[in-house]
């Protein structure tokens, strides 16, 4: 077979070039991270903000050469638990990465909610108090479950304008930033200045700010799922993944150094909305007040209604194919959604809020260190499972990683996946409950198919077909 037939054979429409490709991956990675948690990576870390955020860069780097090489391989809209299933075979496996990315877009989604509640009420000029801004969170992710309903198709369009609406915003900070440092507002002796909380080494205050920092940088993976409707992907995918990743990494860095040089850092992470209190800072005769916080709820919105229809339509294939409970499958008949599905995770993403708010203050650094932690699990089975599946063969040209990046890149996944790193360990708990609640309802399926030869195991190249 030549290697155009081999990229060809897909039935899905080729539609994305390199721009549009590039624009997706722009658009999935930024959102809710920057948005929401420069304040709490400063907290830990004090003016070095940005130091955190390269070294997620770095690490979201090695983990995307293995993702260019499996991606480039299997061309197919599957994502890690096909490239785990293909390593390694393991029916179990396979079923706990793909409910872990399923649980990863729970807590993102969870931890959007709140972004955009915080956001909604300084919109609105109200000094929100922290029950009133969980209380927008439930409300925000009802309204998620009602579109969810209904049924949405997510279009590249659509992503590329509120690409550019997430851009715009962090572009407004970067540009007001500088406009206000060139005024002599800035005080740049904090940008590199360590202020590590009394009982954290810097090592251990940098790698605690980095696994939640690594928030940030998710999104990329998500781009494999477009491997079918993409041109030429082994050639266009390298470079556009790559030269996305970089430019997210400045746009990161750049926005932390204005934050920090402009805001003193126990007020940054003092704040739900860190980035309106940069820009009502940097230029407070412009009406920035309603301006930021209507920009940032674009930003965080998209990315809880794209997680919580990523994280219905996963329970719901994995339902279909007897690894879940039948009643996860059921699909209303006028609406064509998947309505137990939808009703199922709305229910945990409810409970998600409501538990991290009542037991920790800060919200939305535990859940979007709880959503870090699960990827950085999936990403370290991903960076082994490209050097199993070498001796793979496959007939078309695909990119090859370097040996020594992906085992990096195995390492620092699971380094950052271990308690050295001194994360919140609610956020353990929240990734524990989770997980077992899948093990439970899998080994309950299982008991009710036990008659069965053979027994139902999960095919994730076909998961989310319809």
């Not at 991270?33 to 690490?59: D, K, S």
């Not at 790559?242 to 003193?264: D, F, K, Q, R």
């Not at 929240?430 to 030869?453: C, F, Y």
Request: proline share 4%; glycine share 8%; charged share 10%.
């Amino acid at each position: 077979m030549s290697t155009q037939d081999s990229m060809e054979h897909t039935p899905l429409k080729r539609v994305m070039g390199p721009k549009l490709l590039l624009l997706f991956i722009i658009g999935d990675i930024l959102g809710t991270g920057v948005y929401a948690l420069t304040g709490q990576v400063a907290a830990e870390v004090g003016g070095a903000a940005w130091a955190p955020f390269l070294v997620a860069f770095f690490v979201a780097l090695l983990t995307a050469f293995s993702y260019l090489e499996l991606v480039t391989k299997y061309p197919r809209a599957a994502g890690a638990a096909l490239y785990v299933h293909k390593a390694f075979g393991i029916h179990f496996l396979t079923f706990i990465v793909c409910f872990t990315v399923m649980c990863s877009g729970l807590t993102s989604a969870a931890t959007a909610s709140r972004a955009f509640s915080a956001n909604l009420f300084v919109s609105l000029g109200m000094d929100a108090d922290p029950t009133l801004v969980t209380l927008g969170a439930l409300g925000f992710m009802l309204l998620v479950m009602v579109i969810n309903f209904r049924g949405v198709s997510e279009s590249v369009k659509a992503n590329v304008v509120l690409t550019l609406i997430e851009l715009s915003g962090l572009l407004l900070v970067i540009l007001l930033g500088f406009y206000a440092i060139s005024g002599g507002q800035a005080d740049f002796s904090r940008v590199v200045a360590f202020e590590t909380p009394e009982n954290k080494s810097v090592f251990l205050a940098i790698t605690s700010a980095t696994a939640l920092a690594f928030f940030a940088m998710v999104g990329f993976e998500d781009s494999v799922n477009m491997a079918e409707e993409t041109h030429d992907p082994h050639r266009i995918f390298p470079k556009v993944m790559l030269t996305g990743l970089g430019i997210t990494a400045v746009i990161y860095v750049l926005v932390s150094i204005c934050a920090v040089a402009l805001i003193p850092v126990g007020e940054l992470a003092a704040s739900s909305t860190p980035l309106v209190l940069v820009v009502k800072r940097a230029a407070p005769g412009l009406p920035m007040e309603t301006i930021m916080p209507i920009i940032s709820m674009f930003a965080v919105a998209n990315s809880a209604l794209i997680n919580m229809m990523m994280a219905s339509r996963l329970l719901y294939g994995m339902s279909r194919q007897g690894v879940l409970p039948k009643f996860l499958s059921y699909v209303h008949t006028r609406t064509r959604t998947p309505w137990s599905a939808i009703l199922f995770t709305t229910a945990l993403a409810l409970g998600l809020i409501i538990l991290v708010s009542a037991s920790n203050s800060k919200a939305i650094s535990a859940l979007g260190g709880t959503t870090a932690l699960l990827l950085l699990a999936v990403f370290a089975f991903v960076n082994i499972a490209v050097l199993v599946l070498r001796r793979d063969r496959v007939q078309h040209e695909h990119f090859r990683a370097n040996t020594l990046l992906s085992v990096l890149g195995a390492v620092a996944c699971v380094f950052l996946v271990t308690p050295l790193t001194g994360r919140d360990p609610i956020q353990y708990q929240v990734a524990g409950w989770l997980l077992a609640l899948g093990i439970v309802m899998w080994g309950i399926t299982l008991l009710v198919h036990r008659k069965e030869k053979p027994l139902p195991h999960l095919d994730p190249e076909h998961l989310t077909d319809d």
